[in-house]
């Protein structure tokens, strides 16, 4: 047997020492603070919403679809007790882009301003006939028609200001999140979606715990 020494080979197995069980344990501890500095991310198809708390103590919720941004809300901190939550009208406005206004988004604000309003019709001048508007103009547009100079009409313009408009408002519900994506998905594009649908989920998400339905 020669008595040169053996290279380390991967899977050698030595006697542990006491500075690699206090190298070991600092590791794990690092491995496990790191988790739990990690924001909490949930997905529902292909919704994602991810939740993080910032340096100032805030929470925050963001919501995106496709690597796109879709909303972001400041949330009240976990554990800390408060009665807010998030309105259809503010949901609404989260939503506010300059993406074109789509004929699922148009459905989507017609279904979120009938559960705010509890109605069960379209509110004369109101978000859900501007978003209308705004998708007829648009599909016009997308086929050729129209004056040179118009272009097309983006959400901002039309849920920019939706608490303001709204005649009626309320905490966004887990049933509101339904109806709405239900009625955009009835009109999205095959492979569409919808920025309000997906803006007044990531609410529903964001009121869990709050809720009771």
Do not use: W
């Amino acid at each position: 047997m020669s008595d040169q020494t053996q290279p380390v080979r991967p899977g050698d197995v030595y006697p542990p020492t006491a500075a690699g069980k206090d190298a070991r344990r600092q590791r794990e501890r690092d491995e496990f603070l790191a988790r739990e500095q990690q924001p909490q991310q949930q997905t529902d198809g292909g919704l994602r919403v991810t939740e993080a708390d910032q340096h100032d103590g805030t929470h925050v919720v963001t919501a995106s679809a496709g690597g796109q941004l879709i909303a972001q809300f400041t949330a009240p901190t976990p554990g800390v007790e408060t009665d807010d939550a998030v309105s259809i009208g503010e949901a609404l406005q989260a939503a506010a882009s300059d993406a074109p206004v789509g004929l699922a988004d148009a459905a989507a604000a017609e279904a979120a301003e009938t559960r705010a309003t509890g109605l069960g019709r379209v509110v004369p001048g109101g978000v859900a006939a501007a978003a209308q508007k705004a998708a007829e103009t648009n599909m016009r547009l997308g086929g050729g028609v129209g004056d040179a100079d118009e272009e097309m009409v983006p959400l901002k313009d039309v849920v920019g200001s939706a608490t303001a408009v709204l005649p009626a408002n309320k905490a966004v519900t887990r049933e509101d999140a339904r109806k709405v994506a239900a009625a955009a998905e009835k009109n999205a594009a095959e492979g569409g979606g919808s920025d309000v649908a997906d803006a007044v989920a990531a609410a529903s998400e964001m009121n869990k715990g709050k809720m009771t339905r």
